[in-house]
């Protein structure tokens, strides 16, 4: 996808940048005591759903052979040996689900994108918004990014298994993030369409899914705010997943992907977008998806938005292998560009080689193959550590920094290997 032309957008400045953003957010908090009343506004969605899936205690429509996924409640983790013999993309089959509530099935015959709100030339109300149909959207120019979506999360269970540390959240080992080429129309098309004004600062996209009640309180439904100039950049409305219609789980019909960014940025099953001349808030962006706990402002740390570098072995946790030669796969990513090298450590992280990358010109919105020989000298335990140095120069540290809701955590993996 080229990337934006800075002159598109309304304000100039790199809203992409999280300082600039929460700079551009905070001179107005008010939004907050707001966010009650945008939780009430879904009468009527349960009717432009279709009946429950069948296959039902996760709510997630596709298979999940246990070859493939580890359940996670509501969600499906990909299992990393999964990816090993494949190319370059994670086949929808199993590519990991996030879901806040169950997958619906929408119609995409009567489904309809909403915009709306005082970012939009006229101020059209949620009630009478600029709308979209598929059919339009499918007639609008095209384009292909090949991008991942990770969860936030993704990584989440080593801050307790390998630091020890207490957070909170699915405890995600690193299968959740999945590579995709994602075809559709660029968001930035359909807001100049629908009248987007300079003034225009937030949009707040929204989901088709039910209302999200986490501890007996109701958030309503999940929705997400996003600095415009992120839309305008290179956000996608996808409506094809390699190839294919989106899949139930992954949004259908269309979803917004925002490459590089937290997965929750992505919403699926998009319903609606609020676009807005001042900033907006949703649980989303204020009590999740910041970093809290002691090294963070009690209102936490502005919100998140690149992901960073992680490396992930292709092998089964934990492994077991034959005492022969091998050669180990892997794969590396990182929200701030492309991976520069990865090195790998067989022997508990004292001595690192560099692996080879399989991929000489890998999308910077995806990730990168790499292998490196290894040839065991004994039967017994190891453990397996990749590290990955992405564009900025930033190399994957030994240790990820605590925040309560164990998010980024983007440290040195140990990966636990069986020689016999
Ligand atoms: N409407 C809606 N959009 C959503 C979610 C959701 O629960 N509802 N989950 C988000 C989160 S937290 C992630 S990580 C990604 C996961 O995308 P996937 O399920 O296609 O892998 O979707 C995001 N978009
Ligand atoms: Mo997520």
Redesign the pocket.
């Known amino acids: 996808m080229r990337s934006g032309d800075p002159g598109d957008l309304p304000h100039g400045g790199d809203l992409t940048d999280e300082a600039t953003y929460e700079r551009v957010r905070s001179p107005s908090r008010r939004g907050l005591l707001r966010l009650s009343a945008g939780a009430g506004l879904t009468a009527g969605l349960s009717a432009a759903l279709g009946p429950r899936p069948a296959g039902a205690a996760t709510g997630i429509v596709k298979p999940l052979p246990p070859e493939l996924f580890v359940p996670q409640g509501t969600n499906a983790e990909m299992r990393w040996e999964a990816m090993r013999g494949q190319g370059y993309l994670t086949p929808a089959d199993r590519?990991?689900?996030?879901?806040?509530?169950a997958t619906p099935l929408i119609d995409a015959r009567t489904w309809r994108l909403r915009l709306w709100g005082t970012g939009l030339r006229g101020a059209p109300a949620e009630d009478r918004p600029v709308e979209f149909t598929y059919e339009d959207l499918l007639r609008l120019p095209a384009e292909e990014v090949t991008a991942f979506?990770?969860?936030?999360g993704n990584g989440r269970g080593f801050y307790t298994s390998q630091q020890g540390q207490e957070v909170s959240g699915t405890p995600w080992r690193l299968g959740?993030v999945?590579v995709a080429r994602w075809r559709g129309v660029r968001l930035a098309t359909v807001l100049r369409r629908a009248g987007v004004t300079p003034e225009a600062v937030d949009i707040m996209p929204?989901?088709?899914?039910a209302e999200?009640v986490d501890k007996g309180e109701n958030l309503g439904?999940?929705r997400r705010p996003l600095p415009i100039a992120k839309a305008m950049k290179d956000a996608l409305l996808a409506y094809e997943m390699n190839g294919a219609p989106l899949p139930p789980?992954?949004?259908h019909p269309v979803?917004l992907v925002v490459p590089s960014w937290?997965?929750?940025a992505?919403?699926?099953?998009?319903g609606d977008i609020q676009v807005a001349d001042e900033p907006l808030f949703s649980p989303w962006n204020t009590r999740y998806y910041r970093l809290f706990g002691p090294a963070h402002p009690e209102e936490g740390s502005p919100p998140l938005t690149r992901m960073n570098a992680k490396s992930a072995f292709e092998l089964p946790w934990e492994a077991s292998l034959p005492a022969r030669p091998h050669v180990l796969h892997g794969r590396s990513w990182s929200g701030s560009g492309r991976i520069r090298h990865t090195e790998v450590s067989v022997d508990g992280g004292r001595t690192w080689r560099r692996a080879r990358l399989r991929d000489r010109h890998p999308s910077p919105r995806g990730w990168v193959r790499w292998e490196l020989p290894w040839r065991p000298e004994r039967p017994g335990r190891y453990e397996l550590l990749a590290r990955a140095t992405d564009e900025t120069g930033t190399t994957q540290p030994a240790t990820a920094p605590y925040n309560t809701l164990g998010y980024l955590f983007g440290a040195v993996v140990r990966h636990p290997v069986t020689i016999t």
């Open positions: 590519f990991f689900v996030r879901n806040h509530v979506i990770e969860c936030t959740a999945g929204r989901g088709l899914d999200f439904r999940v789980d992954h949004g979803r937290a997965g929750i992505s919403i699926k099953w998009l």
